[in-house]
Structure formats: C-alpha cells, structure tokens
C-alpha cells in the first residue's frame, strides 16, 4: 500500500461518496450537516471536498440518443400529475412497495425492490450445459441472455433484521401472459437466500422479477401493474436465437 | 430548478446524469486506474451502454457500483492491468484519509489482489479503502448486513497481508476498519 504525504482524517473520513453527494446538494438536512460539521474540523476532508469543487473538467460528448431512448418522466409521475393518486395509493397498499416504474419503457426496473422489511435485492443464477453464470454479473448495470434450454434459480438477498418475507417470482414477457414460475415462498432474510426450485424461460427476451412482502402478494396486483415495486432482471435473447 | 429538481430529472435522463454525475465518476476512476484518459473512457463507456441498454434510472450510488465494477474488469485483465501500470500518473494518487494502518490501496496491489478475491470482497475492498467508506455505508450501497461486510473485510485484510508479505514483509497492511 502506498499513502500520499497529506494529513489523516481526525476521525472516520467523510466517504468520497457523501462528499460528492454533498457538493451536488443530495443530502438530506442532517447528512449535509453532518458532513459540513466534520469537514469544517478535518483539513483531510477539506481537501478532499476541495478537490471535488476544484475539479472543473469537461467531459467528451455523448453521442446522439438511437431513436425509441428518448427519455421522459416515470409513468407514476405523469400518473400522478394526471389524477391518478387514489389508485396509486391503493397499488402500493396491495403491494407495500415504494419504487415504481414502467415495465417495457425507456426506465427499466432495477434489481432492488423496497418494501418495509428494508431492501431486497434480486439475483438470478444460471445454469447453461452445466456452466453456472450469475445475472447480473459484474456490472450491474449489465443485462444477460436466455437460451430455452438455460436452467434459472431466483437467489434474494434482503436484511435478516427484516426476518421473513413472502417472495414471488414473475416472468414478463412481450405477448405472453405474466408467468409465475414458482410457488410464492415465505424465505427467511439473509444474504444470497436461494429459492426452492428451478425453471425455463421460452420465448425469448423476459423479465423476471420478484415481488416483495410481509404476506403473499396478491398476484392479480402483479399481472396488472407489471413490474410495479419489483426487483427485475432483463434477459435479451442469446446471439443467433 | 432546486438541486433535488437536477438529481431527480438526472435520475431519469442518461444526458443530464453524465453531466451532473460524470465528474464525480470520472473522480472516482481515477482513483482506482491512476490516469485520466482511462478514467474518462471508462465513464463515457459506461454511459453510452447505459444508453445502448435502455438502462436510463440511475443515481450517483449506482453509478459509483458500475465504475467500480468496470475498473476492476480492467484490472483484473493481466494485459490491462500492465498497460495502466505503464500509464499510471503518481500525481493522481488521493489522499491517504484513513491514516496509516488503512493506506490507499495502489493499482499494483489492486491487481493482485484481483487474483485471490473474487468480485465480491474486491467491491468492498473498494468501497472502504478507495471509496472510503465506513462499514454502514458499505452494508447500505451494497445491500448486505453489516456482519458480511466485516467478515469480507477480514479477508481481505487476510490476502492484503499475504501479498504484502510476499512482496515486502515491511510493508504497511490495512488492518481493520470501522
């Protein structure tokens, strides 16, 4: 290991992390606080807060979006702005959900599902001939393939302080009905909980996601709003499928 | 438009997350990969797949996840880790918050490590000796209790000793974190 000649941190250090959250205002009230509060007592963090502000680099240019990208506002958003606060309400009662987004537009859904158990963060494990891949691998902003023969296993991750959770697996896929391959399971909260059984997806291109609670989720809730406060994996078809 | 305006509309539009977000990711790069032109490409690829991908609901956590994933891609490829040993600029070295125990961890030795940890513990090694985060924050940005993030933090600290043991038994060792 090697260490540049600067001062140490009075303290535990402010994460790069929150001090550039902090320099883009996206702190709460009392995180900013704190932050301001410490760095005002720690040259370390000073300097390294000093750095970010100093820092006024220009980026090379994106390119032009591909047609179909372009982005507008969350469906709950212009929902929202158009008067359907009752039913929202009423969906995230049913489904003790917070994160909501379209299924098929340009904001896909993410792989992390909040309910009030905490957080539950989906995996999918992939047995392809024998070759076992994990989806998403090491990007996580990565996508995977599917081949009709891969065999899939549904792997959560959420807090054990949470206790247990009812988790069920839903597959979307264009032109099909919601699938659900599995039986809804009540799974105790921990690290890389493994789902009892295993399935196939057909068809090509799927979503898979996995709905969240304190009790089963009423699956006529996930056929109608798909994806709604899920946890989600896109799955695109292999090359040459 | 008010700060939590920017992030939000960020939050949904690729172009205003690489504005808004593409310093403070490129930031981040250079930290791990010690050169500029490496830390850019890296972060200007990563928002064009983002785009390529349909994947357009991104914040600055989940940004910092991809950039840390991305650069250890490129250092755990031996030839990609030679090539960014060659380009490495000492001047882009960060500060070393943690104190002396807990030292900035170098390319060289990210890279080998890269060969006894898998991604796993090489994201949380990232996350407390780059990133500089605490123990809490670890277990929050990667979504994994408190325990795991301390006992992947034994480990690491476990091969840290053992490379460094291996390549200069004088050698500093992180030892331990909050």
């Known amino acids: 290991m090697t260490a540049a000649a600067a001062p140490a941190c009075t303290g535990e250090p402010i994460s790069w992390l929150a001090l550039e959250r902090y320099a883009l205002d996206e702190l709460d009230g009392r995180a900013a606080a704190r932050v301001r509060g410490h760095v005002d007592g720690c040259p370390a963090c000073r300097a390294a807060l000093g750095r970010i502000t100093d820092d006024r680099r220009v980026l090379p240019a994106l390119p032009a979006l591909p047609a179909g990208t372009v982005s507008r506002p969350p469906w709950w958003r212009r929902w929202l702005w158009t008067g359907g606060v009752g039913l929202a309400v009423a969906a995230a009662a049913v489904l003790l959900v917070v994160v909501v987004r379209s299924p098929d537009g340009p904001d896909r859904p993410g792989r992390i599902a909040r309910w009030k158990g905490g957080e539950l963060v989906l995996t999918l494990v992939r047995d392809r001939g024998g070759a076992i891949g994990v989806v998403p691998g090491d990007d996580p902003a990565g996508v995977a393939d599917v081949r009709p023969d891969d065999r899939w296993k549904v792997q959560v991750t959420c807090p054990p302080r949470a206790g247990a959770a009812w988790i069920d697996v839903a597959v979307y896929q264009a032109g099909e009905p919601t699938s659900f391959p599995l039986d809804a399971h009540r799974v105790a909260c921990g690290n890389d909980v493994v789902l009892p059984g295993a399935f196939r997806i057909t068809g090509g291109a799927a979503t898979v996601c996995v709905a969240v609670g304190d009790a089963p989720v009423d699956r006529g809730g996930i056929v109608r709003h798909p994806t709604a406060g899920m946890a989600c994996v896109f799955l695109r078809p292999a090359p040459g499928l | ?178």
């Open chain 2, 1 to 178: 438009m008010s700060p939590s305006d920017l992030a939000v509309a960020a939050a949904s539009d690729p172009r205003q997350a690489y504005q808004r977000y593409g310093p403070a990711l490129v930031r981040k790069a250079e930290r791990i990969l010690r050169n500029p032109d490496d830390a850019i490409d890296l972060v200007h690829g990563l928002f064009v797949d983002l785009i390529a991908r349909g994947e357009l609901t991104v914040d600055l956590p989940y940004l910092y996840r991809a950039v840390t994933n991305r650069c250890l891609n490129l250092v755990r490829d031996a030839r990609g880790r030679a090539r960014l040993l060659e380009r490495q600029q000492p001047a882009l070295e960060p500060p070393a918050r943690l104190g002396d125990v807990q030292r900035v961890i170098g390319l060289d030795l990210l890279g080998k490590l890269s060969e006894r940890l898998d991604a796993g513990h090489l994201e949380v090694l990232v996350c407390r000796f780059v990133d500089e985060m605490t123990q809490d924050e670890i277990a929050g940005h990667l979504g994994l209790s408190r325990k795991t993030i301390g006992k992947r933090l034994a480990r690491i600290q476990d091969a840290v000793a053992a490379v460094a043991g291996g390549a200069d038994a004088g050698a500093a060792g992180a030892r331990g974190a909050s």
